[in-house]
């Protein structure tokens, strides 16, 4: 009998045990580490604009040599178009790309190219004759003995060279960065010379092609487009 009821203490005691070791670690045996993270974006800044003008050529120019005064009582304009608004060239007139500007200063990088196409028509006094030298930054272009550093046999060839110049003046530009450069890193101008020629005979030879082309029934014409895009990069 005696026995018995140490059997039975023992079970109960045993039973305890369990109960209490299952209690234990269930409660304090887990490893628990808890984190949170929050971050905050918003998109980076663009605000990129372009505006351009179409100003390289006009309807009247003044004296390019500058040497004529109001006391002369002679006026400054030596070139005029009859028609207003009708833009001309003419020997003694110049012109630039002035009106073309950039705003902006965007938070990524950023590449700037640009397309071109040069139309020069018409243009033939008993050949191919055009006496325009284009400026495209610090380079000057133009038909053989015209007066430019890179001479060009053909109209069709000078068209290219001066396109292809403009293209090649793409620039990247990096994050941050104040776009309104931009402006200044293309510069395009043209002059045509009141003379052109090597000595007195080329000139002369020269003033009579110039005037061929003042009076051909259809007027030579130029014509200058350029592109401007202003794209993100990696």
Known sequence: ???????????????????????????????????????????????????????????????????????????????????????????????????????????????????????????????????????VNSETYSLKDMGGTNESDTIAELETAIETAIINSAKKYHTNQNLSAVATDLNVSWAWAFETGADDAAKAANNVKDTALGNAATAPEISLTVGVTITQVD
Do not use: H
Not at 41 to 68: L, Q, S
């Open 1 to 135: 009998m005696r026995k018995n009821k140490m059997m039975r203490l023992a079970s109960a005691l045993l039973v305890a045990v369990l109960l209490t070791t299952c209690a234990i670690s269930g409660t304090f045996a887990k490893y628990v580490t808890e984190g949170t993270s929050t971050d905050t974006a918003r998109v980076a800044k663009w605000g990129v604009t372009i505006t351009a003008a179409n100003k390289m050529f006009a309807d009247a120019y003044k004296d390019a040599e500058a040497t004529w005064t109001a006391d002369e009582n002679v006026d400054t304009i030596t070139v005029q178009a009859k028609t207003a608004g009708t833009k001309v060239v003419a020997p003694g007139t110049q012109g630039e790309f002035v009106d073309f500007t950039v705003a902006g200063s965007p938070e990524v990088d950023v590449q700037v190219t640009y397309t071109a196409n040069l139309s020069l028509t018409n243009w033939t006094a008993g050949g191919e004759y055009c006496p325009i030298v284009f400026t």
